[in-house]
């Protein structure tokens, strides 16, 4: 009972200093108005006829003294800043913190007290209502519960927070002035709904596309950031208000490829309240057909009279192509050639097969085709030594038999290239021996008819004087070259 009486005399020795203080505060605003307290003249009192004395100066309301000036001004402001740095009631300093909290979840609010002395602490709601008054709920709202009370602390938790309990909360400690504090309770609203809507559900390669992503009903409004892979990609964002709540919208434009089908565009939330928000879109693109020929058969690029030709005509296309079909460009299809559905056979090449072959396939999109050129060259004159070959499939849009020639040359048999050159030897040894019995036949000429007139000579001075005549009349004698 006596704990209880110097509580009660204790409140009311406060209740009658803060109302002290209250009447105080009103006396020194209701004094304080330079010009117009009890004693200022009034600003319609007429001004004194000419020649009479000045009246006394106005004494300053309240007994003021005469304006400070801008110096002193400026030092009262300073210490008055000063002043409010430091704790206030007796050493006492009163701590709040600001609150955030997601619409639906539990929100914690603290008053603390330093150097406390027992003094009491309040908690006022927005509206200046009090939640508590030191451990006692007076507010009818069971959503706020008390969590800890000391005479250093008063923490309170309120559930399911809403929007509507947004605001300013102040905490009141009755010292002497009293003190007041506040926090404010921001409360997030995550994003009620996620989705992306297409222009339209397909495309054609080469179009463009519009994505439209819309984020509903969030608090603060959201970011939203669009990707493909990952490559970030930029829309135009467009914001509503409604109440509270913000509703945004981007818009993305896509230029698509046949590449881009089946491919993932992610719409993705950055916002306070949520993490990893995002939601996806799968594109669906429609393109013409890709056309490629195939040799399966033979296993070399060169390909020879004999030899089994096997074409293999592969298409990708969405839809899927419906028409694939051969033939010979420039020319009829010979009758030998064996057309299934996207291969093409060939028995036993020959010459005559020699061609451009065209694959065409089709489909709601477009038509696309590939071609192959085929040059079938002569038989080996003999046979290479067995080897182990391995079969390889050789796409090509534009195909080319031909495409070995140049390696296929180097690789000629070495019997073919002994025989050329064995006959240039013969050749040129024929060619010598001809020349050297065409020049010993004419030098043996030439000395027959140096000793023509030997030959006519009856005896041995007879020739002897016919040869020393004969040089006599070089002249008369000719030779002659057969």
């Given at each position: 009972m006596?704990?209880?009486?110097?509580?009660?005399t204790r409140t009311q020795e406060e209740r009658e200093r803060r109302r002290q203080q209250q009447q105080q505060q009103q006396h020194h605003h209701h004094c304080y108005q330079p010009?117009?307290?009890?004693?200022a003249p009034s600003s319609s009192s007429s001004s004194p006829p000419l020649g009479s004395p000045s009246p006394p100066a106005a004494s300053p309301p309240c007994g003021a003294l005469t304006p400070p000036s801008p110096s002193l001004v400026l030092l009262l402001l300073a210490a008055a800043?000063?002043?409010?740095?430091?704790?206030?009631?007796?050493?006492?300093?009163l701590v709040t913190e600001d609150v955030t909290v997601v619409e639906g979840e539990v929100a914690t609010i603290s008053c603390k007290v330093r150097n406390s002395d027992d003094s009491v602490i309040q908690l006022l709601n927005p509206n200046r209502q009090t939640i508590y008054f030191r451990d006692f709920r007076p507010l009818k709202d069971s959503r706020f519960q008390l969590v800890n009370f000391s005479s250093s602390e008063l923490r309170v938790s309120l559930t399911n927070v809403s929007i509507s309990d947004e605001g300013r909360y102040f905490c009141q400690l009755y010292t002497d002035p009293p003190?007041?504090?506040?926090?404010?309770i921001t409360v997030l609203v995550p994003p009620r709904n996620l989705r992306?809507?297409?222009?339209k559900e397909t495309t054609v390669e080469g179009e463009e596309i519009e994505l439209n992503c819309t984020s509903l009903a969030s608090r603060p409004p959201t970011v939203i950031r669009w990707f493909k892979g990952n490559k970030e990609l930029f829309g135009k964002t467009e914001e509503e208000q409604w109440s509270d709540m913000f509703t945004v919208t981007s818009r993305l434009s896509l230029k698509v490829k046949r590449e881009d089908d089946g491919v993932a565009v992610v719409c993705q939330v950055d916002h306070p309240a949520v993490k990893d928000l995002q939601t996806k879109y799968y594109l669906d693109v429609m393109y013409k057909p890709?056309?490629?020929?195939?040799q399966n058969s033979p296993a070399q690029p060169l390909t020879r009279e004999g030899d089994l030709l096997n074409l293999l005509c592969q298409v990708k296309g969405k839809p899927e192509p419906t028409d694939v079909s051969w033939l010979r460009v420039d020319d009829e299809m010979p009758q030998h050639v064996i057309v299934s559905g996207s291969n093409l056979h060939i028995n036993s090449l020959n010459k005559s097969d020699n061609g451009t072959y065209r694959c065409k396939a089709s489909n709601e999109v477009g038509m696309s085709f590939s071609d192959y050129t085929l040059y079938v060259y002569d038989p080996p004159t003999t046979l290479p030594p067995p080897t182990t070959t391995t079969t390889t499939t050789i796409p090509a849009t534009t195909t080319d038999s031909r495409a070995g020639e140049e390696s296929a040359i180097t690789a000629v048999d070495h019997a073919v290239i002994g025989g050329v050159v064995a006959v240039v030897v013969f050749a040129m040894l024929c060619l010598l021996i001809i020349l050297g019995r065409y020049f010993a036949r004419h030098k043996g000429t030439y000395f027959t008819h140096e000793a023509?007139?030997?030959?006519?000579?009856?005896?041995a001075d007879t020739a002897i004087i016919n040869a020393e005549g004969g040089q006599n009349n070089s002249e008369e004698k000719k030779e002659y070259f057969i």
């Open positions: 006596a704990s209880r009486s110097r509580s009660r010009g117009l307290g009890p004693s800043a000063a002043a409010s740095l430091l704790p206030t009631g007796d050493g006492q300093n003190q007041e504090y506040f926090m404010t992306i809507e297409a222009q890709e056309v490629q020929v195939l023509k007139g030997a030959d006519d000579a009856a005896d």
